[in-house]
């Protein structure tokens, strides 16, 4: 099967080299959709002979689906700057055979928290569907949380091997992604007219801490699981105080 990888980038010098070195043999084709680095993420790029797009930011699924038109190979592998492919994930992939076009193959993740893999938590389990042909699968335009649209007859096969996920460099940078997803997804329901009900603002943060850090065995990834779960609760109760924000701004 030829294949593209797409991957998304904006000030990632200090993981997308890695992230770069993994593909190597994997494909004749990246894409690097860039929206405004200002570290050397653009030199490193360049510096691996891969396809470069610099844009603006106009959300996750808008810029990955720029990348995915201007992919050369109709397959494509969509993973983020901070994500990096496994040995056996890229042994999967180099052997598949070609597959009919409402296939999308699924990856497990394997996530770390500032080096350290997180087992449990909010991110047990964790599985994404990361390849498929750009003919019949796109991303939604929402800005955060972005979702594959699946062809209604899909096929999802799981693929053997990782991604590995390195998504939190520092607590003042997971502090700060969190604040910003948070208003985004505030944003999104706004637009959606969803309301921030009490239940909304107070009853769901709790049930989410205690769903992660307790009934998905959050615990046992020891303080750092503890920050996660917490935090997770948190990022519900700030987006539901954003979107009450929101609708008092648009009655003034």
């Known amino acids: 099967m030829k294949l593209s990888v797409v991957i998304i980038t ?8 890695k992230t770069l070195a993994a593909l190597s043999g994997l494909t004749d084709d990246i ?5 405004g680095s200002t570290d050397d993420t653009i030199n490193i790029c360049r ?10 930011w106009e959300g996750y699924g808008i810029n990955k689906n720029k990348g995915n038109d201007a ?9 983020d700057a901070d994500e990096v492919v496994d ?12 597959q009919e076009a409402n296939t999308v193959y699924t990856i497990a993740y394997k996530n770390y928290f500032c080096n ?20 019949y699968v796109s991303w939604n335009t929402t800005e955060v949380h972005e979702k594959l649209i699946l062809p209604q007859q899909e096929k999802a096969l799981p693929l053997a091997g990782y991604v590995q996920h390195y998504t939190v460099d520092s607590i003042p ?3 700060h992604k969190t604040m910003l997803y948070a208003k985004a997804g505030a944003k999104q329901y706004f637009l959606k007219k969803k309301k921030a009900s009490f239940v909304k603002l107070y009853i769901a943060p709790t049930f989410s801490f205690i769903h992660a850090y307790i009934l998905r065995f959050g615990f046992l990834d020891g303080w750092e699981g ?6 997770y609760a948190w990022y519900s109760f700030i987006k539901y105080v954003f979107l009450r924000e929101l609708y008092k701004q648009d009655k003034q």
Do not use: M
Not at 47 to 56: D, F, H, L, M
Not at 226 to 231: A, E, G, P, Q, V
């Open 10 to 17: 904006k000030n990632e010098a200090h993981i997308i080299g």
């Open 31 to 35: 894409i690097v959709v860039d929206s």
């Open 47 to 56: 510096s691996a002979g891969v396809k470069i797009i610099q844009t603006t």
């Open 71 to 79: 992919a050369r190979y109709d397959w494509v592998l969509s993973l």
């Open 87 to 98: 040995e056996e994930l890229k042994r999967s992939i180099a052997a598949l055979p070609e």
């Open 116 to 135: 350290k893999r997180i087992r449990y938590g909010v991110w047990r389990n964790d599985r994404h569907a990361r390849l498929f042909n750009r003919n």
């Open 173 to 175: 940078d997971y502090i």
């Open 226 to 231: 503890f920050l996660i779960c917490k935090t």
